[in-house]
Structure formats: C-alpha cells, structure tokens
C-alpha cells in the first residue's frame, strides 16, 4: 500500500513537471532548437528507439557494473576500518581525499588511462559509489550496542558469528541508507565517463546530440537515463525492505 501511494506521488510529480514544461514554452515562445516541446521528445523517443536502447544497454551495464564493484569495494573498506585499528589511520584519510578531488578532473585520466571502453566508465561509477557505502557501512558497524556483544561474547560466539549474526544486521539500516544514495549517484559517474571520451553509451548520445543540435534527441536520451535511474532506485530500495523486515518503519523514514 505504501508503495503504491509513492508511485501515485512520482506520477503526480512528473505529471506536473511536464505542465510546467509545456507552460515555460508557451509563456516565453522559445524555440524547439533550444527547448522542445514534451510531444516532440516523446515523437523521438518512439521513432529513434532502437537506437536509443542500443546506448542505455551500454551505459546500464556500466552503471550496474560499478554499482556492484562499488558497494562490495566499500563494504570491504567498511569491515577493514572497523575491525583493523591501525589499517583504519591509513584508510581513513585516503577516504577523505578521495572526495575532495573533482571527478570531472579525474574522468579523462581514466579514460586515457584505461581507454575509450567499458572500463573506465565502470571505474568512473565506482568511485562515485565507493564512498557513501564505505562510509555509512563503517557507522553503522560502529554503532551496534555493545550489550549485543558482550551477550555473544559471554555465550561463547566467535568473532565471525557476532559480526554475521549481530553487527552486520545492526549495520543494514545505515548501509542501505548508502546503497540507496549510490543508485542515485551511479548513473552520474557513467555519463560523465561518456563525457570524458566513449564511442557509444547516453552520455556519448547526448553530446553528439547536442553538437548536430538535435535537442529533442539529447531530451530523449536524459529521459531514458532518468528512467532506469528511478527504476535502480526503487528495485534496490524493495530489495533493501525484503531484507530487513525487522527495520522496514526506519527504512520508511530514511526514504
């Protein structure tokens, strides 16, 4: 029920951003080569669609594949920084400066680095992901009660059993509210990869697009983008419920 009533307000949501769309153009009469119409991209979106699913299966395979490097790389980085102390005053400020340092500075190094491939691109997205997993992974490790422990300690569990059975569930909640943040931001890491240098992908789609000013095209493409970015969202956020039917009322609240 409670999903249903937050897909009857995203339809609402977008509903109204598509008047407002179509309000902007007729209020100012700005023309298509600059602003098109919604009726105009959804003609694209029909007539191009071989070619546009042909870039989204490229840059959603990038996006899922650094999704997924990046949530196992920052949940190792979390179990290390809880769990290694003098690992932890090395890790910790490579964390830091990781996130201080502009990924648009970054992308074309990697590209030039790694080449005009997948790689980089996948590389690209899973830094962007990397941080906010290890980071809410390492808190909620931290933030498992004490008197949890000390009863398994005392009941003779070992340390592999307390952090399968106690600190990791007590970490899933802080965790997921990670994930959830990296499938918003892993469509961004990927797209700017395609910036940087790509053959083929949206992003490619979207500059070349702009370059020949087919803006209803570049429109098109964003809308396919954002599209399966919400669908990312709203699959891992189900997934994140089912596996935490104990915390469902605090990943309500989160959300």
Do not use: C
Not at 157 to 173: G, V
């Amino acid at each position: 029920m409670k999903r249903l009533h937050a897909m009857r307000h995203l339809v609402i949501s977008a509903l109204l951003l598509l008047g407002l769309w179509q309000l902007i153009i007729a209020v100012t009469a700005v023309p298509p080569y600059i602003l098109p119409t919604p009726q105009a991209v959804l003609e694209v979106l029909i007539q191009k669609a071989p070619l546009l699913a042909h870039h989204a299966g490229v840059t959603i395979s990038e996006i899922l594949a650094g999704l997924v490097l990046g949530i196992l790389l920052g949940l190792a980085t979390a179990l290390a920084l809880a769990f290694i102390p003098r690992l932890r005053r090395t890790l910790l400020p490579m964390l830091l400066i990781s996130q201080v340092i502009p990924l648009f500075a970054i992308a074309p190094l990697l590209v030039l680095w790694l080449g005009y491939d997948m790689l980089s691109k996948v590389v690209m997205a899973t830094l962007i992901i990397y941080f906010p997993v290890a980071s809410t992974g390492y808190d909620g490790l931290r933030q498992t009660q004490q008197g949890w422990l000390d009863l398994a300690h005392t009941l003779g569990a070992s340390p592999w059993r307390r952090l399968i059975h106690i600190q990791l569930p007590a970490a899933l909640p802080a965790l997921a509210s990670g994930i959830r943040m990296a499938a918003t931001a892993a469509p961004i890491g990927a797209v700017i990869g395609e910036w940087a240098g790509a053959s083929q992908g949206l992003g490619y789609l979207m500059l070349n697009a702009n370059a020949r000013m087919e803006i209803d095209l570049m429109f098109a493409a964003l809308l396919v983008l954002v599209a399966f970015s919400l669908l990312l969202y709203f699959s891992l956020d189900a997934l994140l419920r089912a596996l935490m039917p104990w915390h469902r009322d605090r990943l309500t609240r989160l959300g």
